[in-house]
């Protein structure tokens, strides 16, 4: 499929500002959350994917918690965003950076 010149595309997943997909995004919001919280929601979703037989909790020590943390080393997400959000509280999002340049990052 291809888009049209005006149309806007929107991505979500997890990796997305390596240097071969960063260069094309225009506007980049981060959703950070703390590792525990990250861990806690992906093992409830993935169990449900992956079935009770699984070990998902394993599962996300042994590949997502250190892909993820080489991601965090060479992309380094929150840096590179136009606007970072803390959804550590999902009820409660933080906005940390605007795109104007606001920042509340300690």
């Keep these: 499929m291809t888009a049209?010149?005006?149309?806007?595309l929107l991505l979500d997943g997890s990796f997305l500002q390596r240097p071969i997909l960063r260069s094309a995004l225009?506007?980049?919001i981060y959703l950070h959350a703390d590792k525990d919280k990250?861990?806690?929601r992906g093992i409830a979703r993935d169990r449900l994917r992956y079935g009770e037989g699984t070990d998902v909790t394993k599962l996300y020590e042994a590949?997502?918690?250190p892909a993820f943390e080489m991601y965090e080393a060479e992309c380094r997400p929150?840096?590179?965003a136009d606007i970072v959000i803390d959804?550590?509280?999902f009820e409660a999002p933080?906005?940390?950076r605007n795109s104007k340049g606001t920042e509340r990052l300690s």
């Design 4 to 8: 049209t010149a005006d149309a806007i």
């Design 26 to 28: 225009d506007l980049v």
């Design 38 to 40: 990250t861990n806690a």
């Design 63 to 65: 590949r997502y918690n």
């Design 78 to 80: 929150i840096q590179g």
């Design 87 to 89: 959804n550590t509280a």
């Design 94 to 96: 933080e906005l940390l």
